[in-house]
């Protein structure tokens, strides 16, 4: 079977599932991001395999490349707050930090 | 009984939302399937072999993130999906997203990762436990979800248009400085904001006594 459309479409699912699942089970705020970055780069794939397969042209490209800098931005964000609920409650369970302070 | 009614509520709520979605997209695909075509099958070559095995690094890559209990062998997970992300992007004749995938996603952002893990983890404390509530609930909206996307992505026969693959770089330069250049300088600017707040967030507070 040669790759078509459908099949990139399957892999995205694959792996935007496991990156829902990896957000909505784990403790570890680090591991949460992790589960953000999946489902990031299943969005990526789909818009990179549509803008391929239907429409052409540069702009699915284009946009999947603003995606990877705002996951960038965000996984730097994201991760200098987990360093600081590490440093203020001495643990990254998402469930200790319910507090915007000591 | 409490968890037995939550795994309920959990069941209801993750039907409500896939039902919607599935709404959504039932009103959409017509639409979107205008003068489509089954795909055909063809010859089994060693490109599709490739494709298969670039799709497997993924999915198990994924799924390593997701199953794994100790948090390290998640982020080598991440690794390798990351990675066939990039090989999928090569396929797609994507290079410059591919590249760019590899630079900033695991020159980047797999390296802050590793440090958070090894800045935020006890050394020896594999202590990511589940209660298994936790994975039901998430699995039956997860699994319900996968369902909904790979029937939209098997059942509606797309419009498939053969574009040629050739070099992107070039092309996605001149859109970036042309016909995207707003949205570009915006990226530079929340680059430069998010530099600036991750390093405020993350520094230690050293106050004047």
């Known amino acids: 079977m040669i790759p078509t459309l459908s099949h990139y479409l399957a892999v995205a699912a694959i792996l935007f599932a496991l990156g829902l699942f990896t957000v909505l089970t784990r403790r570890n705020a680090v591991a949460v991001l992790m589960g953000v970055e999946l489902m990031l780069n299943a969005s990526n794939v789909n818009l990179v395999a549509f803008n391929k397969f239907l429409v052409g042209g540069l702009t699915g490209q284009t946009f999947a490349l603003f995606v990877v800098v705002l996951a960038a931005a965000e996984a730097a964000v994201g991760l200098a707050i987990v360093l600081s609920i590490f440093h203020t409650f001495k643990t990254i369970d998402v469930r200790a930090a319910d507090l915007m302070r000591e | ?209």
């Open chain 2, 1 to 209: 009984m409490r968890t037995k009614k939550k795994l309920i509520a959990w069941t209801l709520g993750s039907a409500a939302v896939v039902g919607a979605v599935g709404v959504l997209s039932a009103r959409l695909s017509p639409a979107l399937a205008a003068g489509g075509t089954r795909p055909m099958a063809g010859p089994f070559t060693l490109a599709d072999g490739v494709f298969y095995a670039v799709a497997a690094l993924t999915v198990g890559g994924a799924a390593a993130v997701a199953l794994s209990r100790n948090i390290l062998y998640s982020a080598l997970g991440l690794l390798a999906a990351l990675l066939g992300v990039a090989g999928l992007y090569v396929f797609l004749s994507a290079d410059f997203v591919a590249v760019a995938q590899v630079f900033i996603y695991i020159g980047g952002v797999l390296v802050l990762i590793l440090f958070a893990v090894m800045l935020t983890n006890r050394i020896g404390e594999v202590n990511i436990s589940n209660a298994s509530l936790g994975w039901a609930s998430g699995g039956i909206l997860s699994a319900l979800m996968l369902g909904l996307i790979l029937v939209v992505a098997f059942e509606i026969p797309w419009a498939v248009r053969s574009t040629g693959g050739s070099p992107t770089t070039a092309p996605i330069g001149h859109a970036l400085l042309q016909q995207w250049l707003l949205p570009f300088e915006l990226a530079s600017l929340i680059l430069l904001a998010t530099l600036i707040g991750a390093i405020i967030i993350a520094r230690k507070e050293i106050r004047a006594e």
